[in-house]
């Protein structure tokens, strides 16, 4: 980024507020208009408010990655999964790949929508990148682009919670958030008007086309999945946040699937729902509940199981302790589907908020992997973190500062989600953890980020636990992926307050492909230590 550009930047005031914590029932980590609300909305939606309401100057961090503690290493972070030369942050990435071209994409909120706002180039909040060649190097990047939402007729810029995944035939699709808020003077709607929020999943291009397609040029046509109206003053209507996608790649050939949360804001309610499309998008069935009786729910997470079943998870607020619920879909006829009563898997003793020696929110969002192998067909493998003490400054299951987080995984070999489940403990220090199973193998894959290798429990590296096929759970071979333990405080614009809500890894072919965020590369003028977004690959 030019002295210019930063100096444009700069004459703007600082002000972005790290979140608070409190127990969910009193959530006043959200912001207006979300604070009533139980469950706690995407960080993104809330660094988005602060941001716009205040655009911030960026300040030159001279902290990098400091010195590396012996271990084995498996490689180290070198692939920058961006093109991106400014300091602006990249953070919360998914990953997806197309093993018969070599092809990977991989999406992520960008900074660089804040171009947009200032009207210094065109941007979005959520960015992607496009290797050919298996993640080795990234051929073109960009956001995706501004969308006219219909409802309120407002030219809207992408606003990140990134998910993405591929067919059989080699599209890929990007599902996303876009919406405007009428607290901003850059972008958003009038005050006491209608603003507007919307789920689009963008198609990408053919197959042979993404080997030379460039920027935008690589997506067709957005379809709007998931389109309402919310007003701020006073609070009404509904806000969608935090999608995840899931295409089914089995014989059943039934399309694919978005899960998402819907915010009520006039009843404080939040619910998970679900919506069904055809693979062209040309059509797409209506919302469908599928929390039941959960009235304060976030963080769904969708995947496919091989007998062509859906399986969702998501944590219900409603009650403590916290749960994480499961849910199994059917598909019908055209884009129908039939969805099962939501179950619990598991009970959160201390649910997680922030670390105790780190300022960003550490969210509960369970991720699933479905096991495709001879190994264990079917099997549905989820992980998510705990804190394993009440914490400092902790109330009873909710932790509002946890000493010592971990990671439990839950599995079940049941032809439905109502299971029954087995909890076991998959590492003794960690949080964001992902899952992938290689359908090739079996090899089951959790990666995820701890502070052990940091006498002050604050610098992270990500660590990969991998159980060969048929030996999860049971004792697995641990890797530690970076060489160099990363600084979170040093993005010169986020500061320690936002690290993206999750990471992913995904596994095919003997290959697993881990997406994160981190801190290694200097950019800028002068030289910062920001965010981006990573891709590493090791052996599965």
Not at 139 to 155: A, I, Q
Not at 418 to 423: E, I
């Amino acid at each position: 980024m030019s002295i210019i550009m930063l100096s444009l930047l700069a004459t703007l005031s600082l002000a972005y507020a790290l979140p608070q914590t409190s127990s969910p029932f009193s959530n006043n980590s959200n912001p207006p208009p979300f604070s009533d609300q139980k469950a706690p909305v995407s960080e993104t939606v809330s660094t988005y408010l602060n941001l716009i309401q205040h655009i911030p100057s960026m300040t030159s961090t001279a902290g990098g990655p400091n010195v590396a503690f012996s271990a084995s290493v498996v490689s180290d972070p070198t692939i920058v999964f961006n093109l991106d030369s400014s300091p602006l942050p990249q953070n919360e990435e998914s990953v997806a790949v197309n093993p018969a071209t070599n092809t990977v994409l991989g999406g992520y909120n960008d900074f660089r929508g804040l171009l947009a706002l200032l009207n210094i180039s065109p941007a979005g909040f959520t960015g992607f990148s496009i290797s050919n060649d298996g993640g080795a190097t990234v051929r073109t990047d960009g956001d995706l682009p501004k969308v006219t939402l219909p409802l309120t007729n407002s030219p809207t810029l992408s606003g990140g919670d990134p998910a993405v995944d591929s067919s059989n035939t080699g599209t890929f699709y990007l599902a996303n958030l876009y919406y405007n808020f009428s607290t901003s003077k850059f972008a958003g709607c009038p005050k006491k008007a209608p603003c507007e929020s919307s789920l689009l999943v963008f198609p990408s291009v053919s197959s042979s086309a993404l080997s030379s397609c460039m920027g935008t040029g690589c997506w067709g046509s957005p379809k709007i999945v998931v389109d309402t109206t919310f007003t701020e003053t006073p609070a009404g209507g509904v806000f969608n946040d935090k999608d995840w996608i899931a295409v089914d790649r089995t014989s059943q050939a039934s399309g694919l699937y978005l899960t998402y949360t819907a915010f009520n804001l006039l009843n404080s309610r939040s619910t998970i729902d679900i919506v069904r499309c055809t693979y062209d998008l040309s059509s797409c069935s209506g919302s469908t509940v599928i929390s039941g009786p959960d009235i304060s729910t976030q963080g769904s997470f969708v995947a496919v199981r091989p007998d062509g079943s859906i399986a969702v998870v998501y944590v219900s607020y409603d009650t403590i302790p916290l749960r994480i619920r499961g849910v199994q879909c059917s598909p019908g006829t055209g884009v129908t589907l039939t969805c099962s009563a939501p179950t619990t898997i598991a009970t959160i003793p201390f649910a997680i908020i922030s670390l105790v020696n780190n300022d960003f929110r550490v969210p509960l969002l369970p991720q699933l992997a479905v096991d495709y192998s001879s190994a264990h067909p079917g099997r549905v493998v989820v992980v998510w973190e705990e804190c394993k003490t009440a914490g400092v400054a902790g109330s009873t299951f909710i932790i509002l500062t946890c000493p010592q987080s971990f990671v439990r995984a839950a599995y079940t070999d049941a032809a439905t989600m109502a299971g029954p489940w087995t909890s076991v403990n998959v590492t003794s220090s960690g949080f964001f953890p992902t899952v992938a199973i290689d359908p090739s193998k079996g090899t089951v894959n959790i990666a995820y980020y701890s502070t052990i290798n940091d006498l002050w429990n604050h610098r992270l590296d990500l660590f990969v636990s991998q159980y060969p096929s048929g030996a999860f759970p049971g004792t697995p071979a641990i890797t530690r992926v970076t060489s160099t333990s990363d600084e979170p405080d040093s993005d010169p614009l986020l500061r320690g307050g936002f690290f993206g809500d999750y990471i992913q890894a995904i596994a095919n072919s003997g290959i697993v492909y881990l997406a994160y965020t981190a801190n290694y590369a200097q950019k800028g003028t002068p030289p910062s230590y920001g965010q981006d977004n990573y891709l590493t690959t090791m052996p599965d």
